[in-house]
């Protein structure tokens, strides 16, 4: 496709249940991030990925978070045991290194509510 | 990465010019100034970004003073569509060496106005 796609574009879920969020990016983009950002504030970061180098998972708020990327293609982002808290719009960009990596593409966002 | 300043609303009129500042004095050497906008309900948006040069795309241009302590977002003719929340960021080019995650401040508010 042409930019960042992701699903689904919103999310209720009971507290405590799993949820799994996808992102497809730009063919081509090797790399990956995913960001939350809460309503009315800015982007916090979660996790990157980059070709086959290990993950930067310092962003991930706790041990209920995870997420897997397959080669460089499709990422999902994983919350188990979900909390109020974790209530967000949880968005994914990817960018190119390979050509300076200075822009970023985000995808529309995953708006997940949790009651 | 270098601090920015902005403005925290503007109003533009429909079809006129909308010109948006960003004060970035400490900026060093070899960082770039990105602009992003996010409309609402919507992810961030990439606009542009510059060094030293102006630089035109087709969303927008981009003027940064002589010392480069200050730039500014040029939408030629703005129009409704174009009411979101800019972001004026400064960012060292990418290495491609790690991750490099995208920072925003407040930004500014645009409305364009009927």
């Known amino acids: 496709g042409a930019g960042v796609s992701q699903s689904p574009s919103n999310k209720v879920t009971e507290k405590g249940k799993d949820v799994e969020l996808r992102c497809d990016p730009i063919s081509g983009h090797t790399a990956l991030y995913w960001y939350r950002q809460r309503l009315g504030q800015g982007l916090e970061f979660l996790i990157y990925f980059q070709g086959n180098s290990a993950p930067d998972k310092s962003g991930l708020p706790s041990d ?39 822009e970023q593409y985000f995808g529309p966002g995953t708006r997940l509510t949790v009651t | 990465d270098a601090k920015t300043t902005q403005p925290p609303s503007m109003d533009c009129a429909e079809g006129r010019a909308a010109n948006l500042p960003c004060n970035h004095s400490t900026i060093s050497g070899n960082e770039y100034v990105y602009w992003y906008r996010q409309i609402h309900s919507q992810g961030p948006q990439y606009i542009i970004h510059g060094l030293k040069n102006n630089e035109t795309n087709e969303m927008a241009s981009l003027i940064i003073t002589e010392d480069r302590k200050s730039s500014t977002l040029i939408l030629p003719h703005a129009t409704l569509r174009d009411t979101a929340v800019y972001y004026c960021i400064v960012r060292f080019s990418y290495s491609g060496a790690g991750s490099y995650q995208l920072t925003f401040g407040k930004g500014t508010k645009l409305s364009v106005i009927p």
Not at chain 1, 70 to 76: H, K, R
Not at chain 1, 93 to 100: D, E, K, L, M
């Open chain 1, 64 to 102: 209920r978070f995870s997420a897997e990327r397959t080669g460089e293609s499709v990422s999902t982002l994983t919350i188990q045991r979900t909390q109020q808290e974790d209530s967000a719009v949880y968005l994914c960009a990817s960018t190119n290194p390979g050509t300076g990596g200075r």
